[in-house]
């Protein structure tokens, strides 16, 4: 019974991408609890960027148009 959630009568089952958002939540829930813990203050986590967004960072920087200068 993998993956089947048992509720009353009914049965639902989970797929495999909620399994994966759930434990992605669960993760970066986890790691925010721990750095306050260890005293943090800012506990935000960064925001993805896009596939797209980090292939233009590489490409500039490539180019010298980067923040370092390249």
């Known amino acids: 019974m993998r993956g089947v959630v048992v509720t009353g009568t009914v049965e639902m089952s989970i797929s495999d991408d909620a399994k994966r ?22 506990t935000e986590l960064p925001v993805a960027k896009s596939k797209q967004e980090i ?3 590489y490409i500039n920087q490539k ?7 390249g």
């Open 21 to 42: 958002a759930y434990v992605e939540r669960t993760k970066a829930a986890n790691y925010q609890a721990s750095l306050r813990l260890e005293g943090f203050k800012n």
């Open 55 to 57: 292939i233009d960072k």
């Open 63 to 69: 180019n010298g148009r980067g923040r370092n200068g």
